[in-house]
């Protein structure tokens, strides 16, 4: 069966370089396909796990751009950036 997540607790390789909106139509796709009941059990499972990894990996995509606008702050000359890791 194939895993969804490495050793370290990351996505995997490939969904680990898909940006949030491609992550998201792949995920959109498998739910899509669950929803509608066709295919196997076992292709089933493996299409569930991988929309895990995928809406994981769009969960933290969500917080990263949350940290860079709450980094948006008021200064005294007008909108600025603060330093987010």
Do not use: N, W
């Amino acid at each position: 069966m194939a895993r969804t997540r490495t050793e370290a607790g990351e996505a995997p390789a490939d969904i680990a370089t898909l940006t949030f909106e491609q992550a998201l139509a792949e995920l959109e796709g498998i739910v899509k396909a669950l929803e509608s009941g066709a295919g196997a059990l076992e292709a089933s499972v493996a299409a569930y796990q991988r929309g895990a990894a995928l809406r994981a990996h769009c969960e933290r995509k969500l917080a990263e751009a949350e940290q860079k606008v709450q980094a948006i702050v008021e200064g005294p000359v007008g909108l600025s950036l603060r330093d987010v890791e």
